[in-house]
T-cell receptor
Framework: DAKTTQPPSMDCAEGRAANLPCNHS???????VYWYRQIHSQGPQYIIH???NNETNEMASLIITEDRKSSTLILPHATLRDTAVYYC??????????????FGKGTKLSVKP | EAGVTQFPSHSVIEKGQTVTLRCDPI?????LYWYRRVMGKEIKFLLH????????ESGMPNNRFLAERTGGTYSTLKVQPAELEDSGVYFC??????????????FGPGTRLTVL
């Protein structure tokens, strides 16, 4: 079972920041937080991941609380193309670990004009 | 560079028939995964290949499902005989260790299977 809980849905106005929360209170010390998204009719797509420090890439920012029990994915300027289901996943990440992803229900983000 | 491709994109078959799904991973990726989403449920892991070997097949639902990856390149997932509850979208993903430590899995577009 997924070790994360997310709100089932959220709305965001186009051009505004979308902040997607995730709770992972049972995360282990060596588990990372990963975010994927699935745009309608496509396969899931990697967005970002982190261990304990905040991370930023060209797609998004990831803010992880100090106790690591929750995190927030931030899309700084949401566009209509960001409408998708967003999945927060915790998993191990070390050189030889190439194990499977455990998907929960995710958050359906609707970006509105 | 070509991404993960899957064939066919859609398949409609009758209960009791056989269907074979194909996945071509990104060239050079040793890890290949199969997942599926059945109606109204979450995406679930089926199995994981490392090259031609099955690393983890704990998610395979029953012995009507057979996955192969001969030669460690493309993979096939055969369902024989298909049942109504097998309807859903089957995703394939691939990854390669050591690429920036993302352990990112690249997903294909999926095959939508409908069993009537």
């Amino acid at each position: 079972d997924a070790k994360t809980t997310q709100p089932p849905s959220m709305d965001c106005a186009e051009g505004r920041a979308a902040n997607l929360p995730c709770n992972h209170s049972t995360i282990s010390g060596n588990e990372y937080v990963y975010w994927y998204r699935q745009i309608h009719s496509q396969g899931p797509q990697y967005i970002i991941h982190g261990l304990k420090n905040n991370e930023t890439n060209e797609m998004a920012s990831l803010i992880i609380t100090e106790d690591r029990k929750s995190s927030t994915l931030i899309l700084p300027h949401a566009t209509l193309r960001d409408t998708a289901v967003y999945y927060c996943i915790v998993r191990l990440n070390y050189g030889g670990s190439q194990g499977n992803l455990i998907f929960g229900k995710g958050t359906k983000l609707s970006v509105k004009p | 560079e070509a991404g993960v491709t899957q064939f066919p994109s859609h398949s409609v078959i009758e209960k009791g028939q056989t269907v074979t799904l194909r996945c071509d991973p990104i060239s050079g990726h040793d890890n290949l995964y199969w997942y599926r989403r059945v109606m109204g449920k979450e995406i679930k892991f089926l199995l994981h290949f490392v090259k031609e070997s099955k690393q983890d097949e704990s998610g395979m639902p029953n012995n009507r499902f057979l996955a192969e990856r001969t030669g460690g390149t493309y993979s096939t997932l055969k369902v024989q005989p298909a049942e109504l509850e097998d309807s859903g979208v089957y995703f394939c993903a691939s990854s390669q260790p050591g690429l920036g430590l993302k352990n990112e899995q690249f997903f294909g577009p999926g095959t939508r299977l409908t069993v009537l």
